[in-house]
């Protein structure tokens, strides 16, 4: 998400784009041979501005091989759908555990009608926020004009906190 070079393509990463983006993330969110950590993962995630849909499939996985697992290797499985949980939460996407083949598709449908109905909200501080400044976010919604948030009767997908990058010029 934060760009590099492959076969010498230069991305400036989905940040970097025009246009609404998102991600959709197919993993069971077992880690293997990242080059970074979980920690530089989930602030790459929250600060690129870019949703993550992550459709875990390590419990389809999980079940299928319970009975042969250790201990350790069954919190493995819970840690990774955590992660996956983790890092669509705090980019303001969607995590979905999916237990059969056939959800998958599903599961699809649900992103993409997410996608064509949803609305994007703008926020501009008050304050000047320098790089590296972590501001939280916090969305209150009001329909019966009350003047009492009814976030209880929502469903709200949203990023929790926002970091503040340098812009590179394009």
């Known amino acids: 998400m934060t760009g590099g070079t492959l076969d010498n393509f230069d991305y400036k990463g989905l940040a970097e784009i025009d246009g609404r983006t998102g991600v959709i993330l197919i993993a069971s969110g077992i880690d293997t041979f990242s080059r970074i950590n979980y920690d530089e993962a989930r ?28 201990g350790s ?3 493995t499985f819970l840690q990774a759908q955590n992660t996956l ?5 705090e980019s303001g996407g969607r995590f979905y555990s999916v237990r059969f083949e056939g959800a998958i598709d599903s599961v699809l449908e649900s ?3 997410m996608l064509r109905y949803q609305y994007t909200l ?16 916090e969305l209150l ?19 929790r906190y926002y970091t503040k990058t340098e812009r590179r010029d394009k």
């Open 73 to 75: 290797q069954r919190l």
């Open 111 to 113: 992103i993409a009608a």
């Open 43 to 70: 602030r790459a995630a929250a600060g690129a501005g870019v949703p993550i849909y992550a459709i875990g499939i390590g419990e389809l996985a999980y079940l299928r091989a319970e009975p042969y697992l250790s």
């Open 122 to 137: 703008y926020y501009s501080p008050s304050s000047p926020v320098e790089p590296g400044d972590k501001r939280k976010i």
């Open 85 to 89: 949980r983790t890092l669509a939460q």
């Open 141 to 159: 919604v009001d329909l019966n004009n009350d003047g009492k948030p009814d976030n209880d009767d929502l469903e709200l997908q949203y990023r």
